[in-house]
């Protein structure tokens, strides 16, 4: 089974500029959640989407945002970007597990976003 | 402040020694998983312990789930170079959120 893809794995921007991050799910999941990680802040989650709709929102400002397609595919965008915002970002799939409390999250190996 | 705490934060060895990473919260957990990060790449997940005092072992690795499912330990036995990465736990609760802690870096020098 193919594991969590993201593309692209590397990007150069500019302050002011807005990108958009790709992320596709283990085949079956339903659940994606994106993460930033910087060596200051470690992990911090952005963001979750099941079934299309958001259902979880970690603590970022409104620049970030995403969506998720009908095939579970997720895309996150930042807009305006800042200097602050280069990161890892990391896209984990997941089955939905919320009646069992069981939430085994696989990672994709993230797009590393650098902002000049 | 984290949610999570681990300790240490960092962890330098030399190979064939053992070491004990420890992952301690104030919240009762429904579940909790260890990752491996090496750089560049994205967390791998190791183990995920769900009832209290549960004990997993995996090769040289042990995993351990407090009884109150309030913190867990990640003990090496005779750790190898390739052991070498940012370990990760984190903590499921009340059936809708997840939170890592800030890892432990650790280094196993040949």
């Not at chain 2, 790449?41 to 209290?52: I, K, Y």
Request: with cysteine; net charge positive; proline share 4%.
């Amino acid at each position: 089974k193919a594991g969590v893809t993201q593309t692209p794995r590397y990007l150069i921007k500019t302050r002011g500029q807005q990108v958009t991050l790709s992320c596709s799910p283990i085949s079956g999941h339903r659940s994606v959640s994106w993460y930033q990680q910087t060596p200051g802040q470690g992990l911090q989650f952005l963001f979750e989407y099941f079934s299309e709709t958001q259902r979880n929102k970690g603590n970022f400002p409104g620049r970030f945002s995403g969506r998720q397609f009908s095939n579970s595919r997720s895309e996150m965008n930042v807009s305006t970007l800042e200097l602050g915002d280069s990161a890892l970002y990391l896209c984990a799939s997941s089955l939905d597990s919320r009646a069992s409390g069981y939430n085994e999250q696989f990672f994709g190996p993230g797009t590393r976003l650098t902002v000049l | 402040t984290q949610l999570l705490e681990q300790s240490p934060q960092f962890l330098s060895i030399q190979e064939g020694e053992n070491l004990t990473v420890y992952c301690n919260s104030s919240s009762v957990f429904s579940s909790l998983q260890w990752y491996r990060q090496e750089p560049g790449e994205g967390p791998v997940l190791l183990v995920t312990v769900v009832t209290g005092g549960e004990v997993k072992k995996l090769k040289r690795l042990t995993f351990q789930f407090g009884d109150a499912r309030k913190d867990s330990s990640l003990h090496i036995t005779a750790a190898q170079p390739g052991d070498t990465g940012l370990y990760l736990c984190a903590g499921y609760y009340n059936n809708n959120d997840m939170r890592f802690g800030a890892g432990t870096r650790l280094t196993v020098k040949p």
